[in-house]
């Protein structure tokens, strides 16, 4: 499968997560490679966001590692991250966007906090990344006045405005209409070609994902299931991702006893 | 018995829970003041200076802008005392007495609590509500990866916003309250404004008026620090917002009075 001799750009081993006292992240492990679009998909509460959110570094795991472009940021100091999160955009679910701020000002926010470039070429970066995303024109607009799908293109335009090494999805597709959705997609794709971007989408739409990953994480409550090719993923027996492509509910068995226990609420 | 035994169990549960939260919570400002003047001195050696702009823009929206409400509260309250002082101090015959009175009730006490309850009420609940959206929509999220100091970019320049303009506002409260009293004593006792304004500054020594700015340099802290801890801690929605913000001014003006209660104790001393 991974045939090249370049180094993964993301890789994760043995993570595990906490939030307060229960376990999120069960010992994950997995590798992104260079130019590579990676799904990680799952259910809901499969753990999936809170993957991607240690993927950016805004936690602190309980234990495991997390290298990105080879360092790994569950040791580096603030600095250090810092200067890696230059070469990392995302796209939050919501978009984001700073909402005192119109767009323009939004997309080069990045470029003025990290850069000392002038005013003009700043202003003429932004307008390429807008013109990308099929937002040129929109820069004095506030994130207010635009529809969903246009917030998530200026989001898009931000997080690539500093033309990262990484670049990362929440829900690329949440409350878009299946057209904007598609669009979204082409674009994701058009930018992979363009700047030979490594991609991590998280999202648990089956459409978007088989359009647009090279391989495919699936996690389920914590774990992973599986890694592997669209057609891997496809053709796999595993009956909980064969529920999951099926959009077939899930079938859990009660444990009586537990159940009682979680009814009054003893812990021990 | 075991109904009895549980609610104590609870009783100190929760207790125990909210000493804890409340300590945590002391110990987060505390970080948020601190880290805030780690960006404000180091922050151009990592190249995250704060900028200036942002600093302009805070110190007009706290200072500035409150100018107007500033001004008639403090005249209002000028007028206020005179109208007291003249009234008892009358039944001694000492209606004269009433310049001092002011002087130093305004300058001490008065221009500083009222001004700090004041913009409590109005940047400190704005913070907080412009914090609290920025967390549920991720702003703050965004910045941070961005590899943006939330604290730099957001509370640095509020907090030394603050702790210019709230001393700024209370002297200027300082005046605006003493005209007014003047203009009462004018207009019940005849006397002049020349002669008041003489009388005043008789009185008055620079201690007087720094007591109030010293005073209102700390409210300045609590404010911020107080209204940006409950805007980044807000998890649940609008409705949490809503709490955050409600949350942020009850608790800043409570903690005005009992810090300026200490202060008044300690400098009486």
């Not at chain 1, 796999?236 to 991702?241: K, Q």
């Not at chain 2, 802290?221 to 649940?236: E, H, M, P």
Request: aromatic residues 6%.
């Amino acid at each position: 499968m991974n045939d090249s001799a370049e180094q993964p750009v993301i890789e994760v081993s043995e993570l595990v997560t906490h939030y307060g006292t229960r376990k999120i992240l069960d010992g994950v492990d997995m590798t992104v490679n260079a130019g590579e679009i990676m799904v990680i998909m799952g259910g809901s509460g499969s753990g999936k966001s809170t993957l991607l959110r240690y993927l950016l570094g805004l936690h602190q795991p309980t234990s495991g590692s997390i290298k990105l472009l080879g360092h790994d940021i569950t040791k580096l100091s603030a600095k250090e991250v810092q200067e890696l999160r230059k070469q990392m955009g995302v796209s939050f679910q919501g978009g984001a966007l700073f909402n005192s701020m119109n767009i323009g000002d939004n997309v080069c926010l990045p470029l003025r906090e990290h850069t000392n470039l002038d005013e003009n070429t700043m202003r003429i970066m932004s307008r390429m990344k807008l013109e990308v995303v099929n937002l040129a024109g929109f820069e004095n607009l506030m994130p207010a006045q635009l529809s969903g799908g246009m917030i998530k293109r200026a989001a898009l335009a931000r997080a690539i405005v500093m033309d990262p090494k990484l670049l990362f999805f929440d829900e690329p597709s949440a409350g878009l209409d299946p057209v904007a959705s598609v669009e979204l997609d082409e674009l994701i794709l058009r930018i992979r070609k363009a700047m030979n971007t490594s991609i991590v989408v998280v999202t648990h739409e089956l459409d978007s994902t088989f359009r647009i990953a090279d391989r495919i994480t699936v996690l389920d409550q914590g774990k992973i299931l599986m890694i592997g090719s669209v057609d891997e993923i496809r053709n796999c027996d595993n009956e909980r991702i064969q529920n999951l492509l099926n959009r077939k509910a899930r079938e859990t068995n009660i444990d009586a006893e537990a159940y009682i226990r979680r009814l009054t609420a003893e812990t021990s | 018995m075991a109904t009895l035994a549980s609610a104590i169990r609870q009783f100190t549960e929760k207790l125990g829970r909210t000493t804890v939260n409340g300590i945590v919570e002391f110990g987060y400002s505390i970080t948020l003041f601190l880290e805030s003047f780690y960006w404000l001195v180091f922050g151009y050696r990592r190249n995250q200076a704060v900028k200036v702009d942002s600093l302009f823009a805070q110190m007009m929206q706290i200072g500035i802008a409150a100018i107007p409400i500033v001004f008639v509260l403090s005249f209002v309250i000028g007028i206020m005392l005179a109208i007291q002082g003249i009234a008892t101090l009358k039944t001694f015959g000492a209606e004269s007495q009433v310049v001092l009175g002011i002087a130093l009730s305004v300058t001490r006490e008065f221009s500083p609590l009222i001004i700090g309850i004041l913009v409590a009420g109005r940047s400190g609940s704005a913070l907080a509500a412009r914090i609290g959206t920025m967390t549920i929509s991720q702003e703050i999220d965004a910045l941070r990866v961005i590899g943006v100091s939330p604290v730099r970019y957001l509370v640095t320049p509020a907090l030394v916003a603050m702790m210019i303009m709230l001393p700024t506002l209370t002297f200027f409260g300082d005046l605006v309250a003493l005209l007014g009293g003047a203009i009462y004593s004018n207009l019940e006792l005849g006397l002049s404004l020349t002669a008041y304004a003489d009388r005043s500054l008789e009185i008055l020594t620079v201690d007087d008026v720094m007591q109030g700015i010293w005073k209102s340099l700390v409210f300045a802290v609590i404010i911020v620090l107080v209204s940006f801890s409950n805007g980044f801690s807000v998890t649940a929605g609008a409705e949490g917002v809503g709490k955050a913000t409600t949350r942020s001014v009850v608790l800043s003006i409570t903690y005005i009075i009992i810090a300026d209660m200490i202060f008044t104790f300690i400098l009486t001393h």
